[in-house]
């Protein structure tokens, strides 16, 4: 369960391109929209708001409250029986779609990562994602770009072309789950162990912050020791202490957007959030499954 969210975590494809700057995004889905608490950046009260009005409770850090409208999903209005031909005739205009789950799932209609703009895609064969993985990879990079051109980001397995299940992996079947690199401040290769003497924590911690930043992103495993660098790098900074110690694992939280994972000293793994993705294809998934289109790894489960 994600720290800063309500009873679930985000779904509904009407949350999809939410993107709020500095805020951890918290809604849960519903039928009919409520409003939920956001957590913003770092502020002098907590700030609640109901019907009735306003209470202001004194407390570090801010909770803004906002009201979901639903967005129209692209495939509103259409029936089974029309969902059926689409399937049939074109399932490619269904866009992309996870079927399934991101640990027992496959995807449909994948968007290709490709290397370029900072990013340098490892693995061709496992470089096919969702549309917000994407969207949410460049435009992170792009921040790290503004501030430091000419840096290069390495990114490895997200997904196979259909999904399903690729060693040595728990989850990635879905497109929504990426391996990130670090940026380093000496020549290094891909998956080499970060430390104090050859990370660099300021691009990293731009990296981090900018995937955070955008609401997209419902967690990220990295080793605490590399947690402790960063989040020093950025008390140093100057970032609110309440904003990091929400972010980052602590010996008294440990279900924070920013987790320890055994095995993550050389990259991160971030999970991402598409709530389109993921509708589609809870839509589209019977009309899959006539066609033969239903990927057979959704009903496998991963060995680890
Ligand atoms: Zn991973």
């Not at 989040?231 to 920013?258: C, H, N, V, W």
Request: with cysteine.
């Amino acid at each position: 369960m994600p720290l800063f969210f309500g009873e679930r975590r985000v779904v509904g494809w009407w949350a999809a391109g939410l993107a709020i700057p500095l805020c951890l995004v918290a809604f849960a889905g519903s039928a009919a929209p409520t409003v939920r608490p956001l957590l913003s950046v770092a502020r002098s009260a907590v700030v609640t708001r109901s019907p009735a009005g306003v209470t202001i409770v004194s407390a570090p850090l801010a909770f803004e409250p906002v009201t979901i409208r639903p967005r129209r999903h692209p495939l509103d209005g259409m029936s089974p029986s029309e969902l059926d031909a689409l399937v049939k005739a074109s399932p490619d205009r269904l866009g992309p779609a996870i079927v399934g789950l991101p640990n027992r799932g496959s995807l449909l209609n994948p968007i290709t990562l490709e290397s370029g703009d900072g990013i340098e895609v490892m693995n061709d064969e496992r470089r096919f994602a969702t549309a917000v993985t994407v969207s949410s990879l460049r435009a992170a990079v792009a921040e790290v770009e503004r501030e430091f051109p000419g840096s290069v980001l390495r990114v490895g397995d997200i997904s196979g072309r259909r999904g399903g299940y690729i060693r040595p992996h728990r989850s990635h079947q879905a497109g929504v789950d990426a391996d990130i690199g670090f940026y380093y401040r000496t020549p290094a290769k891909w998956y080499t162990k970060a430390n104090a003497a050859n990370l660099d924590c300021a691009k990293t911690w731009a990296l981090l912050k900018a995937l955070v930043a955008q609401g997209t992103v419902e967690y990220v495993f990295v080793d605490r020791s590399v947690q402790a660098l960063l989040r020093e790098y950025a008390l140093a900074q100057g970032e609110p202490r309440e904003f990091l110690d929400a972010l980052f694992e602590s010996p008294a939280k440990k279900d924070t957007l920013i987790r320890h994972a055994w095995g993550h000293l050389t990259h991160f793994h971030a999970r991402f959030i598409d709530p389109v993705a993921e509708e589609t294809g809870r839509r589209a998934r019977p009309s899959l499954e006539k066609a033969g289109l239903a990927n057979r790894s959704v009903q496998r489960r991963s060995k680890k």
